[in-house]
């Protein structure tokens, strides 16, 4: 009879130091048989264990390109997801806590995108001729799929501008979703003017909008936002402008229109380490993304005589990408050694051969 898989509860009473032992025991039996992918908002305690950091576009290359057999992704579900669509068959995509979804992506579903693009059907005619959908990366397969499907593309915060131009010179519109913030940021950075962009909201008919509104719109902005960027005002940057005049503020393209406009930088988690890492001694920096890269990126900096600030007064991270503990780390990890994959993420195969050609399209506009 097979043995059984170990069970989380076993690791669950095992302290972080003894878990760092296993990890690395479990990393060593594995050899490179394994990689572990880590994004740049996991806890120190597991991003230390990572053979690879980045954002997601980086990240999305990593699994695309790696040949490991098994790919134990440090992020959220939808990373994993993408990890799957992008690896070969016969690799396996591993999430180490099933919980780490992203509360932004969850708000656009295939049920309300679909419904969405029915009732852009009954103003436009054909969706299909007149409008782009793009997803960002946050969002789950189907959606990915159903981008496949309508000739439509997935962008990450690194490409949105790209993937927009490429978008626009497939069609005169373009559905963004689930991330407003995004959307409008990078479509205002292209001169696409506030009174283009609507917002969809998705929980009313015709997203609460005139057909006129849908007819003069260049980009129907889904209602979706990250709850953890929404933390970050406008007014924090004033308040710590005032006592660090020649401070300089960077932010992450999910933030409010109102506080990108109000950064020097706006960019990627990877484009916000790579800006400030080449920062003269002596500047000052206001960072506004999670706040486990920030921390980090403090300590880094110290040394180096580079201030880094976190944009928010109060405490704000990414709960869901925190749920990633060194105890499911290690619990996914052993398991491999004793040959038992636990927490598989597998996209079903006719929707990952939907989404990867939305995926494949983003990573050839973004060469
Ligand atoms: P990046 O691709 O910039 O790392 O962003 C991912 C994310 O979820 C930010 O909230
Ligand atoms: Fe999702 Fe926001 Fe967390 Fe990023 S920070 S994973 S967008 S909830």
Not at 18 to 42: F, T
């Amino acid at each position: 009879m097979a043995a059984t898989a170990m069970e989380i509860q076993e690791f669950s009473l095992l302290d972080d130091q003894e878990c760092d032992a296993r990890i690395e025991a479990a990393k060593a039996a594995l050899g490179d048989r394994v990689v572990i992918l880590g994004h740049h908002y996991q806890r120190d305690e597991v991003f230390k264990h990572a053979h690879f950091s980045g954002d997601s576009l980086k990240l999305s290359r990593e699994a695309a390109s790696c040949d490991a057999e098994y790919i134990v992704f440090c992020g959220v579900h939808f990373m994993a997801e993408v990890a799957d669509i992008l690896s070969r068959r016969d690799q396996v995509a591993i999430l180490p806590d099933m919980a780490a979804g992203c509360s932004m992506a969850d708000m656009a579903n295939l049920r309300n995108v679909e419904r969405a693009w029915r009732e852009l059907n009954e103003v436009l005619g054909d969706a299909d001729a007149a409008v782009t959908p793009v997803t960002y990366i946050n969002s789950a397969a189907d959606l990915k799929a159903f981008c496949g499907r309508h000739g439509g593309i997935v962008c990450t915060s690194t490409n949105a501008r790209q993937v927009l131009e490429w978008s626009f010179a497939q069609r005169e519109k373009v559905l963004f979703f689930p991330d407003q913030h995004l959307g409008r940021n990078t479509g205002f950075g292209m001169d696409i003017s506030l009174d283009e962009m609507v917002v969809w909201d998705f929980d009313q008919p015709m997203g609460g909008l005139s057909r006129d509104e849908i007819l003069n719109a260049r980009m129907i902005l889904w209602k979706g936002f990250c709850s953890v960027h929404q933390m970050f005002r406008p007014q924090h940057i004033e308040n710590w402008k005032q006592d660090h005049p020649d401070g300089i503020v960077i932010s992450h393209p999910e933030n409010a229109f109102e506080v990108c406009q109000k950064s020097d930088f706006v960019g990627s988690t990877e484009y916000i380490l790579n800006t400030v890492r080449q920062a003269e001694p002596g500047s000052k920096w206001l960072v506004g993304t999670e706040l486990n890269l920030v921390n980090r990126l403090h300590h880094e900096m110290k040394p180096k005589n580079v201030q880094v600030q976190f944009m928010s007064p109060t405490v704000c991270m990414c709960s869901t990408m925190f749920r990633t503990d060194p105890q499911h780390l290690a619990w996914v990890l052993e398991n491999l050694v004793d040959g038992k994959v636990v927490n598989q993420i597998k996209v079903p195969d006719d929707e990952a051969d939907q989404a990867r050609k939305a995926l494949d399209l983003m990573l050839q506009v973004s060469n």
